[in-house]
């Protein structure tokens, strides 16, 4: 994995050993990588690595893995809390501190004065401009956004983000990188609020709300026809509990102070958030939960029969029309990036044809006639070619 101003990459050091920080360790390690872990407390550490441990085993288990091979992956990650020891020897930093810019922007600022000259940067930013990130850097040409999915040893999909300025061969590293880790990379040509995925999900989310206003639909109503009518895993409500209320309104805000265009906020996701109600990790969200087991919502055909998720199906497909219409990726990796990351059982677009796309663009005129311009349909949905 190497070009000629590119070292090749052995020694990956992640910052950050929270939800994303320790997978993606876990991950680089498995595929081979010399790994540091680095956290600003031991305590953090501890616990990340004990998170490791138990995934590894649970693998040894199922055998996925013998004790041996897990043994040797586990003895592969270092955790260590000294900045200067952490990024000694870096080829690639994988940075997964929290979504703050204020914060991003100090932790750069130490990384930089503190990592060798050779050393590659990645960011798992969700919603951050790749650009701006990078811009704060010594090597903004040498600088990507690597947007794993939560949980990373589980989510097979990773989006590749260059900056303005990032070098070519950074991205082909990015790719060949994720490859090697056992991911499907979809690339993300332009850094847009929202890359890919949440670009779709984050204002359906909101659209949901909406409907259940406008409609007087209950949620799982709304939920069952998403499910077995527009081919989603599960429902958007579901899958809003299921993500943390949390992640989804810091989304939310980000996404809408890059883009007005790209979201229209109901007030509920707000709620929710300043209410702690977080979805499944609190109890409640949109739904109430029993105890802290994942739980399922009793979603049904039937229920589903007496909901038209047209405008929900509308959203989805104008938002990701707009990713194609604007060359930020391709049809074919629209749907690649929906289906690992989504779950989507069924291309969004073969669901706008089987639904007609003229009636989709119906709802969004509609929608656009009463609640303004985030609803105008795109060119791509306006000239359907099937
Ligand atoms: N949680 C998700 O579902 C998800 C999914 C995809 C991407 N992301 C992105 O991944 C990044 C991390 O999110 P998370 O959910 O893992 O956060 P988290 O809060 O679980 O973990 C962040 C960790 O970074 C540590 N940290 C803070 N300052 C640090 C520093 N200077 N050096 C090293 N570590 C430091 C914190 O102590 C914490 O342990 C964010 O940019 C987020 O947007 C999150």
Same mark, same amino acid.
């Given at each position: 994995?190497?070009?000629?101003?590119?070292?090749? %990459?052995?020694?990956?050091?992640?910052? /950050?050993?929270?939800?994303?920080? $320790?997978? %993606?360790?876990?991950?680089?390690?498995?595929?081979?990588?010399?790994?540091?872990?680095?956290?600003?407390?031991?305590?953090?550490?501890?616990?990340?690595?004990? *998170?490791?441990?138990?995934?590894?085993?649970?693998?040894?288990?199922?055998?996925?893995?013998?004790?041996?091979?897990?043994?040797?992956? =586990?003895?592969?990650?270092?955790?260590?809390?000294?900045?200067?020891?952490?990024?000694?020897?870096?080829?690639?930093?994988?940075?997964?501190?929290?979504?703050?810019?204020?914060?991003?922007?100090?932790?750069?600022?130490?990384?930089?004065?503190?990592?060798?000259?050779?050393?590659?940067?990645?960011?798992?930013?969700?919603?951050?401009?790749?650009?701006?990130?990078?811009?704060?850097?010594?090597?903004? !040409?040498?600088?990507?956004?690597?947007?794993?999915?939560?949980?990373?040893?589980?989510?097979?999909?990773?989006?590749? %983000?260059?900056?303005?300025?990032?070098?070519?061969?950074?991205?082909?590293?990015?790719?060949?990188? &994720?490859?090697?880790?056992?991911?499907?990379?979809?690339? &993300?040509?332009?850094?847009?609020?929202?890359?890919?995925?949440?670009?779709?999900? %984050?204002?359906?989310? $909101?659209?949901?709300?909406? &409907?259940?206003? +406008?409609?007087?639909?209950?949620?799982?109503?709304?939920?069952?026809?998403?499910?077995?009518?527009?081919?989603?895993?599960? /429902?958007? =409500?579901?899958?809003?509990?299921? !993500?943390?209320?949390?992640?989804?309104?810091?989304?939310?805000?980000?996404?809408?102070?890059?883009?007005?265009?790209?979201?229209?906020? $109901?007030? +509920?996701?707000?709620?929710?958030?300043?209410?702690?109600?977080?979805?499944?990790?609190?109890?409640?969200?949109?739904?109430?939960?029993?105890?802290?087991?994942?739980?399922?919502?009793?979603?049904?055909?039937?229920?589903?029969?007496?909901?038209?998720?047209? *405008?929900?199906?509308?959203?989805?497909?104008?938002?990701?029309?707009?990713?194609?219409?604007?060359?930020? &990726?391709?049809?074919?990796?629209?749907?690649?990036?929906?289906?690992?990351?989504?779950?989507?059982?069924?291309?969004?677009?073969?669901?706008?044809?089987?639904?007609?796309?003229?009636?989709?663009?119906?709802?969004?005129?509609?929608?656009?006639?009463?609640?303004?311009?985030?609803?105008?349909?795109?060119?791509?949905?306006?000239?359907?070619?099937?």
């Amino acid at each position: 994995m190497s070009s000629p101003s590119f070292p090749s %990459i052995n020694k990956i050091t992640v910052l /950050g050993s929270g939800v994303m920080g $320790h997978g %993606i360790a876990q991950v680089s390690a498995m595929a081979g990588y010399q790994v540091v872990l680095r956290d600003i407390e031991q305590s953090f550490l501890d616990k990340a690595m004990e *998170k490791i441990r138990w995934s590894l085993n649970k693998m040894v288990e199922k055998q996925k893995l013998t004790q041996e091979k897990a043994d040797e992956i =586990f003895s592969r990650i270092k955790p260590v809390v000294d900045i200067k020891q952490a990024l000694a020897g870096a080829d690639l930093l994988i940075e997964a501190v929290p979504e703050d810019m204020n914060l991003k922007k100090k932790v750069y600022a130490e990384v930089d004065s503190n990592s060798d000259q050779k050393t590659l940067y990645a960011s798992n930013t969700s919603t951050l401009p790749i650009t701006e990130m990078a811009a704060l850097t010594s090597r903004p !040409t040498r600088f990507i956004g690597l947007h794993f999915f939560n949980p990373p040893q589980l989510m097979p999909l990773v989006e590749v %983000i260059p900056g303005s300025k990032t070098d070519p061969a950074m991205v082909d590293m990015a790719m060949e990188f &994720c490859r090697k880790v056992g991911k499907q990379p979809v690339l &993300c040509k332009k850094d847009v609020a929202g890359f890919i995925v949440n670009r779709v999900f %984050i204002p359906l989310v $909101h659209e949901a709300a909406y &409907c259940m206003d +406008r409609d007087n639909a209950s949620m799982t109503q709304i939920d069952s026809a998403v499910k077995f009518r527009l081919s989603f895993p599960m /429902g958007i =409500f579901e899958l809003a509990d299921y !993500t943390g209320l949390d992640v989804i309104h810091k989304a939310t805000v980000e996404m809408h102070s890059r883009d007005s265009k790209v979201i229209y906020p $109901h007030p +509920r996701i707000k709620q929710l958030f300043e209410e702690k109600n977080l979805g499944q990790k609190t109890g409640k969200g949109f739904y109430e939960y029993k105890g802290n087991k994942y739980e399922r919502i009793n979603l049904t055909e039937e229920q589903a029969a007496t909901y038209d998720p047209t *405008k929900l199906l509308a959203v989805a497909a104008n938002n990701a029309a707009w990713l194609v219409t604007n060359g930020v &990726c391709s049809r074919e990796e629209l749907e690649k990036a929906l289906k690992l990351g989504m779950g989507l059982k069924k291309e969004l677009f073969a669901t706008v044809q089987e639904f007609g796309p003229q009636n989709v663009v119906k709802a969004l005129r509609e929608l656009a006639a009463k609640y303004g311009s985030f609803y105008e349909p795109d060119p791509y949905l306006v000239n359907w070619r099937g």
